[in-house]
T-cell receptor, first 113, second 114 residues
Framework: NAGVTQTPKFHILKIGQSMTLQCTQDMNHNYMYWYRQDPGMGLKLIYYSVGAGITDKGEVPNGYNVSRSTTEDFPLRLELAAPSQTSVYFC????????????FGPGTRLLVL | DAKTTQPNSMESNEEEPVHLPCNHSTISGTDYIHWYRQLPSQGPEYVIHGLTSNVNNRMASLAIAEDRKSSTLILHRATLRDAAVYYCILRKRLSNFGNEKLTFGTGTRLTIIP
């Protein structure tokens, strides 16, 4: 299993542009999450999904959108990028049953200039 | 929401045991205590979790106080590869779906001295 994969690894975006961060997991997990991590800080939850077609907001959803059309994929869309969205973005997944652990991807480093 | 308190940083010598403390005085009866760590430039990875009893796995041990208001992650023999930020997290329940949310604080940055 590849686990959780994210693309791209790094990207520079201009203010006002839009882009989609990709996340794919091959573990057949129902639950998927997007976090952001600012320098020197812990992770903050942006959006999560409990299955295909079902998504909900986390702590810091403003400026982002998500969709979940398949079990495997959970893309994060940034609309009208702002410098405050400069961060490292992590995708995670879990089975959603019992006392499960979350499996994290390697992250996407995004710089908005 | 119940919060955790950890020291910002700790140092330890290589090949010695490391005890990483965590306070969670407002923990509720159904909160599990999870530990994750984040190696440099990587995503967090699961280390261990427990509810009331002490737990051991191949990576570490988790010692939970009898009143559950604190816990300690124990690395029995630290190596240079254990240098990371360690997060102590109380598992919380999200919305009506019953799934769990992980709330990350700033963690403890562990430095291993060769």
């Amino acid at each position: 299993n590849a686990g959780v994969t994210q693309t791209p690894k790094f990207h520079i975006l201009k203010i006002g542009q839009s882009m989609t961060l990709q996340c794919t997991q091959d573990m057949n997990h129902n639950y998927m999450y997007w976090y952001r991590q600012d320098p020197g800080m812990g992770l903050k939850l942006i959006y999560y999904s409990v299955g295909a077609g079902i998504t909900d907001k986390g702590e810091v959803p403003n400026g982002y959108n998500v969709s979940r059309s398949t079990t495997e994929d959970f893309p994060l869309r940034l609309e009208l990028a702002a410098p405050s969205q400069t961060s490292v973005y992590f995708c995670a997944s879990t089975t959603g049953t019992g006392v499960e652990t979350q499996y994290f991807g390697p992250g996407t480093r995004l710089l908005v200039l | 929401d119940a919060k955790t308190t950890q020291p910002n940083s700790m140092e330890s010598n290589e090949e010695e045991p490391v005890h990483l403390p965590c306070n969670h005085s407002t923990i509720s009866g159904t909160d599990y205590i999870h530990w994750y760590r984040q190696l440099p430039s990587q995503g967090p990875e699961y280390v261990i979790h427990g509810l009331t009893s002490n737990v051991n796995n191949r990576m570490a041990s988790l010692a939970i106080a009898e009143d559950r208001k604190s816990s300690t992650l124990i690395l029995h023999r630290a190596t240079l590869r254990d240098a990371a930020v360690y997060y102590c997290i109380l598992r919380k329940r999200l919305s009506n779906f019953g799934n769990e949310k992980l709330t990350f604080g700033t963690g403890t940055r562990l430095t291993i001295i060769p």
